[in-house]
């Protein structure tokens, strides 16, 4: 990248323009000439150049950065892929401690972006104004994906889903068109479906869904420009659903004008058949191909509908092409779903595919925590972990035993304790107990290899053999309360430094390999039962 093509926040110094170690005035030019060396020129072209210049200062010996961003979306990415790197950055530059903020921007404040923001063909990061538009357009615009508007919000407006008021579509409008909502809801609504209560503020991140919640961040700030379709699988109660509403729910905010639908796959079947009944495929199309997101769940009840695909196929077309983005969830990845036309399935994979995994024990503790945190009661940390430790099969379950403890705890006037939540727990950690063992999973998947359970115990190594047997050391450390000296001792005495080998290697690979991924998942769900 050369000098002339950064901002004037970010240009080289000349040689002749040196400037010492404690000149404030350059400290922010100078820390991203040296970020654009150390970042690739498309990461650097993307977050850091549009920045506006810093505001730098000195209070009581100690400098203060001051970073303004446009919307919260990158105010979200660069807080946690660039901040820490900045501040080590300006420290070292600074020779003294300095204090860095990022912070959203006042909208009327924030300047028009200086020209060329990115190279030939580059998707821009955030929906930034032209520096001719209107303080009008500006308004609506609104800070970013996470933003709410600047309107006080009138009254909540149900929009008809399904032909009926009041359904789960309900959105807040800003005062000035709330006088409006009827007649577009009679006409045709902007918003249907969404959830307004799943956001990404109340969504936890963990390794399970960091790359789905990061691919959705992308998606929330440059809504038809990345990762378009964006197809999201796993199994269920995982918080597909959750991240799909966040992503619409962050481009509403965003954009108030914003035509967006959330949809069960089973609706998009009943409107097909019934616009099939009645032959009025211009309102099938008059609803779907005219959308700036499709929220579009469960995909693979699509199966064996030809009709139904033919129609989504056409949809899907046609929102491409206009730039509207689509978000897909599935419980298995585009390959691996049945009895879907193959041009369909492959437009799925055309995009992005992200598998959400089932959360591991820091995140299912820190989403009880959270979940409880909203009911306004303290958990207690042991508390949480225990519970944690039980419930490992999804979100949902983990939060229907939270409720369960916390109206135990309530009802028989309680502390939260250890004790309190086994005695609410019981039943669910009877059931548990009983049906996973560490015999249950060799025998299931012994069965699912076709190898021999024994085999489980041997000493063999061959491929075919070792690999089912870490597969199950793998599910026998997730799935129980196992150690790893006693599942070695279950796999024919073998040492805990094996048992640990296998877990981690096939849980690095599980990440990468979609095969395994699907077939580990098909496990799972056979020994949960």
């Given at each position: ?25 350059s400290?922010?030019q ?26 730098v ?63 030939p ?66 006409s ?20 399970a ?42 481009l509403?905010a ?6 967006i ?24 199309k ?36 206009k ?17 879907i036309?193959e ?15 089932p ?14 945190a ?28 939270l ?26 950690l ?100």
């Open positions: 990248m050369s000098a002339a093509e950064l901002p004037a926040s970010s240009r080289p110094l000349a040689a002749d323009a040196a400037v010492s170690p404690h000149d404030t005035a400290l922010w100078r820390a991203c000439e040296r970020l654009a060396m150390e970042l690739p020129e498309q990461q650097f072209n993307t977050w850091i150049r549009p920045l506006p210049p810093a505001d200062g000195l209070a009581d010996g100690v400098t203060s950065v001051c970073v303004r961003v446009p919307n919260r979306f990158m105010l979200d990415w660069i807080r946690t892929q660039y901040s820490a790197r900045l501040e080590g950055i300006l420290t070292e530059l600074q020779g003294g401690e300095v204090r860095m903020d990022i912070a959203l921007a006042p909208r009327a404040a924030m300047p028009a972006p200086t020209q060329p923001l990115r190279p063909g580059m998707a821009m990061p955030s929906r930034a104004l032209p520096p001719n538009a209107q303080a009008g357009q500006a308004a609506q615009t609104g800070q970013g994906a996470y933003a709410a508007p600047a309107q006080p919000y009138a009254q909540p407006v149900a929009y008809p889903q399904n032909g009926v008021m009041g359904g789960p579509g309900v959105v807040n409008l800003p005062q000035h068109q709330a006088s409006e909502a009827p007649h577009r809801a009679r045709q609504p902007q918003v249907m479906g969404l959830n307004p209560a799943l956001t990404f503020d109340n969504l936890v991140p963990g390794r869904n960091q790359m789905a919640r990061t691919a959705a961040l992308h998606v929330a700030g440059a809504p038809g420009q990345m990762y378009n379709p964006l197809f999201i699988y796993g199994g269920v109660g995982l918080g597909k659903t959750h991240l799909m509403n966040a992503v619409g729910n962050a509403l965003d954009k108030p004008d914003a035509r639908l959330y949809l069960h796959a089973e609706q998009f079947i009943s409107d097909v058949v019934k616009n099939y009944q009645r032959k009025t495929f211009d309102e099938l008059a609803k779907y191909h005219q959308l700036d997101l499709l929220l579009i769940d469960d995909v693979q009840f699509f199966a064996g509908k030809d009709r139904t695909q033919e129609e989504f196929f056409n949809a899907f077309e046609a929102l491409l092409a730039k509207a983005h689509i978000i897909m969830t599935s419980d298995t990845y585009p390959k691996g779903l049945a009895n036309d041009r369909l399935t492959s437009r799925f994979d055309s995009g992005l595919t992200v598998a959400i995994e959360p591991e024990l820091e995140m299912r503790v820190a989403i009880l925590i959270k979940k409880a909203l009911e306004a009661i303290d958990m207690p940390e042991d508390v949480a972990f225990f519970v944690a430790k039980n419930v490992r099969a999804n979100v949902r379950e983990l939060e229907g035993a409720r369960k403890v916390l109206a135990f705890a309530k009802f028989s006037h309680k502390e939260i304790t250890i004790a309190l939540a086994r005695e609410a727990l019981k039943d669910l009877s059931i548990q107990n009983r049906q996973i063992s560490v015999e249950n999973i060799q025998k299931t998947v012994a069965d699912f290899y076709k190898i021999k359970v024994a085999d489980m115990y041997s000493k063999k190594r061959p491929a075919s053999i070792a690999r089912p047997r870490q597969i199950a050391m793998y599910l026998a450390k997730e799935l129980t309360q196992k150690s790893l000296p006693e599942i070695g001792e279950l796999f024919g005495g073998r040492d805990h430094t094996t048992v640990l080998h296998a877990v981690r290697k096939i849980m690095g690979e599980r990440g990468k390999d979609s095969e395994l991924n699907q077939q580990l998942h098909v496990l799972e769900q056979t020994l949960k039962g």
